[in-house]
C-alpha cells in the first residue's frame, strides 16, 4: 500500500534555531514529493515540490527539501526558525502516473511549535 | 490567498441530510480535485475532475458524489448523512491533468460540515 509518514506528531524549536520536520514515503516507482503548510482556519498553502534534479529544492518562506532516494525521505528544513512558522505541515506524495491523474497522498501532518 | 474559492464555510445539517458544497478554480485552472480532512482518517483524496470529466476517484463513498460544470466550477454531493461525515472538505485545482501527477495543487479554504 502507498504511504506517507510523518513520525513526529509535534516538533518544538526555539526561534532562530534551525529546524527539520521528517517525512518518508512508501510509493512505488518514483513520486513527486510536496510539502504544504496549513495555518490555522485555512487552507493548505503549498511550500516547495520535489519533481527531478537537484536533491535540495527551495520554497516559499525560507523552507528548503532534502530528497534522498535510498532512504525515500523528503525532510523539510529551515535554517532559522520564525515564531510565525508554527503551524501544521504536511508531506504528500503523487505517484507518477500514465493516467493523467494527480491524486495527492499525504502524511498525518506535524505540528510545528516555533517558541520565542 | 490560493485563488481557489469555496462556498459555505461553514455548514450545519441532521444525520439522513443532504449538501452542496461548491468550489470555484483558479482562472484557467481546468482540474478540481476534492479531499476530506477529519481526526481519524486525516486528508484523503476523494475524487478528481479535469474538463467536466471524472479523471480518478479514491476513498469516496457512495452517498458521496461530484460533478464538474462548463464553467469549471465543482460540486460535491453529500447524502444520507452520518456523524462521521463530519469533517473540513477541500476543494484544490491546477492547470491540467497531464503529466503524469507533477502539477501542484492549490487548495481552498475549505467546507467545515457538522452533522448533528
Known amino acids: 500500500a502507498q504511504s506517507v509518514a510523518q513520525p513526529e506528531d509535534q516538533v518544538n524549536v526555539a526561534e532562530g534555531n534551525p529546524l527539520t520536520v521528517k517525512c518518508t514515503y512508501s510509493?512505488?516507482?518514483?513520486?513527486?514529493l510536496f510539502w504544504y503548510v496549513q495555518y490555522p482556519n485555512r487552507g493548505l498553502q503549498f511550500l516547495l515540490k520535489?519533481?527531478?534534479?537537484?536533491?535540495l529544492v527551495k520554497g516559499s518562506y525560507g523552507f528548503e527539501a532534502e530528497f534522498n532516494k535510498s532512504q525515500t525521505s523528503f525532510h523539510l528544513k529551515k535554517p532559522s526558525a520564525l515564531v510565525s512558522d508554527s503551524a501544521l505541515y504536511f508531506c504528500?506524495?503523487?505517484?507518477?502516473?500514465?493516467?493523467?491523474?494527480?491524486?495527492?497522498?499525504f502524511g498525518a501532518g506535524t505540528r510545528l511549535a516555533v517558541h520565542p | 490567498d490560493s485563488g481557489v474559492t469555496q462556498t459555505p464555510k461553514h455548514l450545519i445539517t441532521a444525520t439522513g441530510q443532504r449538501v452542496t458544497l461548491r468550489c470555484s478554480p483558479r482562472?484557467?485552472?481546468?482540474?478540481v480535485y476534492w479531499y476530506q480532512q477529519s481526526l481519524d482518517q486525516g486528508l484523503q483524496f476523494l475524487i478528481q475532475?479535469?474538463?467536466?470529466?471524472?479523471?480518478a476517484k479514491g476513498n469516496i463513498l457512495e452517498r458521496f458524489s461530484a460533478q464538474q460544470f462548463p464553467d469549471l466550477h465543482s460540486e460535491l454531493n453529500l447524502s444520507s448523512l452520518e456523524l462521521g461525515d463530519s469533517a473540513l472538505y477541500f476543494c484544490a485545482s491546477s492547470v491540467a491533468h497531464s503529466t503524469g501527477g507533477q502539477e501542484t495543487q492549490y487548495f481552498g479554504p475549505g467546507t467545515r460540515l457538522l452533522v448533528l
Open positions: 504528500a506524495v503523487s505517484p507518477r502516473s500514465s493516467g493523467g491523474y494527480n491524486k495527492l497522498i
Open positions: 520535489y519533481i527531478t534534479g537537484d536533491n
Open positions: 482562472s484557467g485552472d481546468l482540474s
Open positions: 475532475y479535469y474538463n467536466g470529466e471524472e479523471r
Open positions: 510509493v512505488s516507482g518514483n513520486p513527486y
